[in-house]
Antibody
Framework: QLQLQESGSGLVKPSQTLSLTCAVS??????????WSWIRQPPGKGLEWIGY???????YYNPSLKSRVTISVDRSKNQFSLKLSSVTAADTAVYYC???????????????WGQGTMVTVSS | QSALTQPASVSGSPGQSITISCTGT?????????VSWYQQHPGKAPKLMIY???KRPSGVSNRFSGSKSGNTASLTISGLQAEDEADYYC???????????FGTGTKVTVL
């Protein structure tokens, strides 16, 4: 059964770059038909989609974050990564990685999630 | 692209039915049959409950059902149980420029 696991720095200083990785196990990120997303949730608030990447490397980002976000894939390590630059306290959140099929059944629904990792932006 | 609008809270007694609304626009909910619903317990990752508006993944109780009318999608929980107490989020496809838009979230309380 496919599983996702986030990892990365839990504390980032303001103006620096947040870096997270999502390791995929039990399946290959290179198999087609899925997008691989990053989603975040500030403490006590709702979910916000950050962006996704296809196995091909094509990316789509939330327009509100697009100027600061880079998502990349490392097929050799079966993982994908998030970089968010120029962070502020507003970027403090639990960050999730998730998978969504691109075609029916289940198109554009996040069917598998990582457990999430808390990132705090503070000096 | 603005977040989809959900009521902040909905409550019901055990055994009752409740409905959570998710209001979007003709650019998202109204244009695509691609609304999904997620259940999130405190400290846990969200769990997919409904996809493509009304379909249940394997293992999800048939007490959960989804529907759509115009720009508003709805999640109904029938036979409310204590374990249903959680936050619920809708999410809609909104076109290639913004593939995923989440709702504001609804806290369900079982009285």
């Amino acid at each position: 059964q496919l599983q996702l696991q986030e990892s990365g720095s839990g504390l980032v200083k303001p103006s620096q770059t947040l870096s997270l990785t999502c390791a995929v196990s039990g399946g290959s990120i290179s198999s087609g038909g899925y997008s691989w997303s990053w989603i975040r949730q500030p403490p006590g608030k709702g979910l916000e989609w950050i962006g996704y990447i296809y196995h091909s490397g094509s990316t789509y980002y939330n327009p509100s974050l697009k100027s600061r976000v880079t998502i990349s894939v490392d097929r050799s390590k079966n993982q994908f990564s998030l970089k968010l630059s120029s962070v502020t306290a507003a970027d403090t959140a639990v960050y999730y990685c998730a998978r969504a099929p691109m075609v029916s059944p289940g198109a554009y629904a996040f069917d598998i999630w990582g457990q999430g990792t808390m990132v705090t932006v503070s000096s | 692209q603005s977040a989809l609008t959900q009521p902040a809270s909905v409550s019901g007694s055990p055994g009752q039915s409740i409905t959570i609304s998710c209001t979007g626009t003709s650019s998202d909910v109204g244009s695509y049959n691609l609304v999904s619903w997620y259940q999130q317990h405190p400290g846990k990752a969200p769990k997919l409950m409904i996809y493509e508006g009304s379909k249940r993944p394997s293992g999800v109780s048939n007490r959960f059902s989804g529907s759509k009318s115009g720009n508003t999608a709805s999640l109904t929980i029938s036979g409310l149980q204590a374990e249903d107490e959680a936050d619920y989020y809708c999410c809609s496809y909104a076109g290639s420029s913004t593939p995923h838009v989440f709702g504001t979230g609804t806290k369900v309380t079982v009285l």
